[in-house]
């Protein structure tokens, strides 16, 4: 893929998640031009993922993964990724990546893929919440606050969202209770049938809004205050097959936050109640320092 690209659609994620091979067990993955000063961590995450399921047989579907973000990424360099095949047991097959710039590691992650299996079943009820189709677009919430939506409709948009109730960057309102807790409609755009591509597409997804949850209960925002936050760690598992092209709800929820750093949880679940996905995620939040009198 061109760096000059802009990637908008679902081919264009298609393209960002389609790694470059140089060597057995080791890929090659490359960023747009977004102006970003470093790499979205979604992206890292999902192009590791690919690597991993390259080395895989398509017989055996991720069930898990877990990830740590070491550096900030260079998106104006190649992410080099090399995968260690770990185990290649009789139901379950085991990766380690890890993605390399300037000869040093930013990223590390392991995942596990598994055989199709059948066995008890469960799972909590979705949250009841809007229809997607029932909720404004990004570009109308966003339409109020003329800077937000400029700097917006300039940056690539991969995954389409509709925000439940109120949207991290609009204030809280006289009267409007504290929660720790926010839903999304998350959708990327048509995508071919190959199950690695959705677990991808929806693991680079994954990392878009899960740390705002950790700023709701102080009315704070990373679109509107002055308040940094980069992820630390990542962990899915994924319990049902899914399609990341249709919309999925992301019910996302903060538990605890300290130390300069919260803790977010998510449940990402079908269109039809279906519980697909669970996520855990810590970041770091800092607000500015003072400066020394």
């Given at each position: ?48 993922l ?50 390399v ?21 469960h ?18 919430l ?60 929806l693991t ?47 019910a ?42």
């Open positions: 893929m061109s760096t000059d690209q802009l990637p908008d659609t679902g081919a264009d994620l298609v393209l960002l998640l389609d790694l470059e091979q140089i060597e057995d067990n080791i890929y090659r993955g490359l960023s747009p031009h977004t102006g970003q000063q470093r790499i979205f961590g979604g992206q890292v995450a999902g192009q590791a690919v690597a991993a399921g390259r080395t895989v047989p398509p017989d055996r579907t991720v069930h898990s993964l877990h990830a740590y973000f070491l550096v900030a990424g260079d998106p104006s360099v190649p992410v080099v990724y090399q995968v260690d095949r770990i185990r290649d047991g009789r139901s379950f097959t085991t990766r380690r990546v890890v993605a710039q300037h000869g040093r590691a930013i990223f590390h992650l392991s995942a596990s893929f598994q055989v199709a299996e059948e066995g008890v079943e799972q909590d009820a979705m949250p009841d919440v809007p229809d997607p189709d029932d909720l404004p677009t990004m570009a109308d966003l339409a109020p606050y003329p800077e937000l939506l400029a700097d917006h409709l300039a940056r690539p948009m991969l995954i389409e969202r509709r925000y439940v109730g109120r949207p991290p960057f609009v204030p809280r309102g006289d009267g409007e209770p504290v929660t720790a807790g926010s839903g999304v409609w998350i959708k990327a755009g048509a995508l071919p049938d190959d199950p690695l591509v959705h677990v991808c597409a680079y997804a994954s990392d878009m809004t899960l740390l705002d949850s950790v700023l709701l209960p102080h009315d704070m925002s990373f679109w509107r205050d002055t308040v940094s936050g980069a992820s630390l760690d990542h962990a899915m598992w994924f319990h049902r097959p899914f399609r990341a092209d249709q919309w999925l709800l992301y996302q929820h903060s538990p605890a936050a300290g130390g300069g750093r919260g803790l977010a949880t998510g449940r990402i679940f079908s269109r039809h109640g279906e519980l697909l996905v669970s996520v855990v995620q810590e970041g770091l939040v800092r607000r500015p320092r003072a400066a020394a009198s």
